[in-house]
């Protein structure tokens, strides 16, 4: 069985998924063979390409796994489908196919001898799905990719469980809002940098009814008036806590009747890894050590104070957009594919 869509419609992404096995009646084995070069001349190395937060490939492997198709036998309708313009051992690239059919390679099944007697995907009785335009996009150029990301954000598969939807920002204020340096004026006074891309970051989660609660200890060397200009300048408010961060947190998220997957942290160091650990979605910056890596969901491509608050408050709202899109879209009949 293989796929293909209209040629008419600009548009390759295989929604076949499932969550539960389909029922079996012998000891065939069904296995995903998924066929991933990086030789591609539009596009290099596009299969580790991050589409929408995920490597490109990323989007296949988990509908794959998570789609209880394999190790299971489709429905049998008894119909064959005879190409009459198409050989399966010569057949041309998918950009170069002249029907009104074009096939888009985003799956085929087959058994193991046709594989091992033809030495190809097709032969013998052949059949064939039409993916609906939405969920077919080819990606062969640059200005291909916008477009990809759009379709998948609203109609793509995002695992089988709902992405975090979040209502509270918990953010370091040293190592992640600010590089960790801390100026000296000939005067004596204290000054700090910070990157207004961060900042625009946070008004923006902001707007999206996000609260962001700014974090500092006590031997954090930021000057108490410096953090009140902070404070005052992305209008939300500066905490201040102990050597373990969650013993002071959990008693704000339980304050505002939230639970820790509501929750968005982010960290840079050791003291943080609990709440790492325990937050719905969490992220450290690039440059942070190995250990709050090894806890966070999420790595930032920035730096602390370069960009890393914008890349996670970017990654927040993507999250949004996918369980948004995950309420709102039609799946396709997976027990009937």
Not at 34 to 55: D, E, F, H, T, Y
Not at 134 to 149: F, G, H, L, Q, T
Not at 164 to 176: A, D, H, K, P, T
């Given at each position: 069985?293989a796929?293909?869509?209209?040629r008419n ?11 539960n ?5 012998d000891?065939s084995?069904i296995?995903a ?15 580790i ?18 789609s ?10 008894g119909e ?8 399966p ?17 985003s799956?085929y ?12 995907l097709?032969?013998g ?15 062969d ?18 695992g ?11 953010c370091?204020?040293s ?5 960790g ?5 000939v ?14 970051g ?20 930021i000057d ?7 404070e ?14 969650l ?9 505002k009747?939230?639970?820790w ?8 160091d ?11 979605l969490s992220?450290?910056?690039g ?22 608050v914008?890349?996670?408050?970017e ?6 957009q ?9 799946r ?6």
């Amino acid at each position: 069985m293989a796929s293909a869509r209209r040629r008419n419609n600009e548009t390759s992404l295989d929604e076949s998924q499932s969550s539960n096995k389909m029922p079996r009646n012998d000891k065939s084995h069904i296995a995903a063979l998924i066929l991933a070069r990086g030789g591609s001349k539009g596009i290099p190395l596009k299969n580790i390409k991050m589409l929408a937060g995920v490597p490109l490939i990323g989007w296949v492997l988990r509908a794959a796994v998570d789609s209880g198709m394999f190790d299971s036998c489709l429905k049998e309708t008894g119909e064959q489908t005879v190409p009459f313009n198409l050989e399966p051992a010569k057949r041309p690239r998918r950009q170069d196919w002249p029907g009104e059919l074009c096939e888009n390679g985003s799956f085929y099944f087959a058994k193991k001898e046709i594989i091992e007697k033809e030495g190809h995907l097709q032969g013998g009785k052949l059949t064939y799905y039409e993916m609906l335009p939405e969920y077919s996009v080819d990606i062969d150029v640059d200005i291909d990719w916008p477009v990809a990301e759009q379709r998948v954000l609203r109609y793509g598969y995002f695992g089988k469980d709902t992405p975090e939807v979040v209502r509270l920002m918990f953010c370091n204020i040293s190592g992640c809002l600010t590089d960790g340096k801390i100026f000296m004026s000939v005067s004596g006074e204290a000054m700090v940098s910070v990157n207004t891309r961060d900042t625009t970051g946070l008004r923006m989660l902001q707007e999206e009814q996000v609260e962001v609660i700014l974090l500092t200890t006590e031997k954090d060397p930021i000057d108490p008036a410096l953090l009140q200009k902070l404070e005052d300048r992305i209008k939300c408010k500066v905490e201040k806590v102990g050597k373990e961060p969650l013993n002071d947190l959990k008693s704000i998220v339980e304050k505002k009747k939230l639970e820790w997957k509501d929750v968005a942290f982010m960290g840079f160091d050791q003291a943080d890894v609990k709440c790492l650990n325990l937050a719905g979605l969490s992220a450290v910056p690039g440059d942070a050590p190995a250990v709050a890596k090894k806890a966070a969901k999420y790595i930032c491509h920035c730096a602390g104070g370069s960009g890393a608050v914008r890349d996670f408050t970017e990654h927040i709202r993507l999250q949004k957009q996918m369980a948004k899109s995950q309420r709102e879209q039609d799946r396709i009949d997976r027990h009937n594919f």
